[in-house]
């Protein structure tokens, strides 16, 4: 008897000096890191992407790589991320606003955005600039809209593919002030706005962060920007709500996501260090310099964000009978 509560206790001891060395070891990164941006290269989420991932590396001693990962709007790489190991290891950095819109405008869904995929933060907010091809000769907003009048269906709008947050906003600003726009998928953000450039199609709602480079050296005329006030790098552009268009609060927002189930330690260590990443300086100014502003927070109260928007946003979608492809 006495043998067996001896040895009890020696097993108590071990367990108790191993114990508090088990949170530090939960946060740890054992592999590389993938961030899946399920856009084509050169989006708003992309440049994010890029931006954070040797910073992340840095900080926790693994290869983070970037995989763009396209295809259905953002599904496909939301869906290999809500699939893949619950180790915090596969992460997910896409325009969230799209992911909010997804569980309303595509009915098949392979994966429940709230269930499958974890929070853990959001990033950033960058507005929309509205922006034409020089080839279309408008310079202003109500040179645009005498346009669209004068040729019904004829303007076609770019955007990163149906469903998606950038085919939402035209399409709602477009029959509230009863135009006929053409809305032209493809395969992101980055590929729809050279389209424009090229002249294949002729109009674009995208984030500023992507789009005011093409602005600023002239490929793209801006025209209007979403969002509470002017972009300080583009006073010139008026906003959404001083042209008349019902969608001031549009625009991209970043936000980053692992798969649920992942270990709470490592989604927190992964929510510290990006907090830190974006608060260094030349991170903050590249980002404000194209128009974005960092908004990072909590794993919660990304959550809750999110909750909010599926419910507001699909709303949006519904009344304006959207579906995605």
């Given at each position: 008897?006495?043998?067996?509560?001896?040895?009890?206790?020696?097993?108590?001891?071990?367990?108790?000096?191993?114990?508090?060395?088990?949170?530090?070891?939960?946060?740890?990164?054992?592999?590389?890191?993938?961030?899946?941006?399920?856009?084509?290269?050169?989006?708003?989420?992309?440049?994010?992407?890029?931006?954070?991932?040797?910073?992340?590396?840095?900080?926790?001693?693994?290869?983070?790589?970037?995989?763009?990962?396209?295809?259905?709007?953002?599904?496909?790489?939301?869906?290999?991320?809500?699939?893949?190991?619950?180790?915090?290891?596969?992460?997910?950095?896409?325009?969230?606003?799209?992911?909010?819109?997804?569980?309303?405008?595509?009915?098949?869904?392979?994966?429940?955005?709230?269930?499958?995929?974890?929070?853990?933060?959001?990033?950033?907010?960058?507005?929309?600039?509205?922006?034409?091809?020089?080839?279309?000769?408008?310079?202003?907003?109500?040179?645009?809209?005498?346009?669209?009048?004068?040729?019904?269906?004829?303007?076609?709008?770019?955007?990163?593919?149906?469903?998606?947050?950038?085919?939402?906003?035209?399409?709602?600003?477009?029959?509230?002030?009863?135009?006929?726009?053409?809305?032209?998928?493809?395969?992101?953000?980055?590929?729809?706005?050279?389209?424009?450039?090229?002249?294949?199609?002729?109009?674009?709602?995208?984030?500023?962060?992507?789009?005011?480079?093409?602005?600023?050296?002239?490929?793209?005329?801006?025209?209007?920007?979403?969002?509470?006030?002017?972009?300080?790098?583009?006073?010139?552009?008026?906003t959404f709500t001083e042209v008349g268009f019902q969608a001031g609060d549009a625009g991209t927002w970043q936000g980053l996501m692992t798969t649920a189930g992942s270990?709470?330690?490592?989604?927190?260590?992964?929510?510290?260090?990006?907090?830190?990443?974006?608060?260094?300086?030349?991170?903050?100014?590249?980002?404000?310099?194209?128009?974005?502003?960092?908004?990072?927070?909590?794993?919660?109260?990304?959550?809750?964000?999110?909750?909010?928007?599926?419910?507001?946003?699909g709303a949006v979608v519904r009344e304006n009978d959207i579906r995605g492809e």
């Open positions: 008897m006495l043998k067996t509560l001896v040895r009890l206790a020696a097993l108590a001891a071990a367990a108790f000096a191993v114990a508090p060395h088990a949170p530090a070891q939960a946060q740890n990164f054992s592999r590389p890191v993938r961030i899946v941006v399920p856009y084509a290269p050169g989006g708003t989420s992309d440049i994010l992407a890029r931006l954070i991932a040797p910073k992340l590396q840095a900080a926790i001693g693994q290869a983070v790589v970037v995989e763009n990962k396209p295809g259905a709007s953002g599904n496909l790489g939301a869906d290999a991320v809500a699939k893949a190991a619950k180790d915090g290891h596969t992460l997910l950095l896409l325009d969230v606003g799209t992911l909010a819109l997804a569980p309303s405008a595509f009915p098949d869904l392979t994966f429940d955005v709230e269930k499958d995929l974890a929070p853990v933060g959001l990033v950033m907010f960058a507005p929309y600039v509205l922006a034409v091809s020089p080839t279309l000769g408008v310079k202003s907003v109500p040179e645009l809209i005498a346009y669209s009048k004068a040729n019904p269906g004829k303007l076609a709008v770019a955007n990163s593919g149906v469903g998606g947050f950038n085919h939402v906003t035209p399409v709602r600003i477009s029959r509230a002030l009863g135009l006929e726009w053409k809305n032209v998928p493809y395969r992101g953000g980055a590929a729809a706005t050279r389209a424009v450039v090229a002249g294949e199609s002729m109009a674009i709602f995208n984030g500023a962060t992507a789009t005011m480079p093409f602005v600023t050296n002239g490929q793209l005329v801006g025209l209007a920007v979403s969002g509470p006030e002017r972009l300080k790098s583009a006073p010139s552009l008026p270990p709470p330690a490592l989604v927190a260590r992964l929510n510290s260090e990006v907090r830190k990443i974006l608060a260094e300086p030349d991170i903050a100014q590249k980002i404000a310099e194209q128009g974005g502003t960092v908004k990072f927070g909590s794993p919660d109260e990304f959550k809750t964000w999110l909750a909010d928007s599926i419910k507001s946003w």
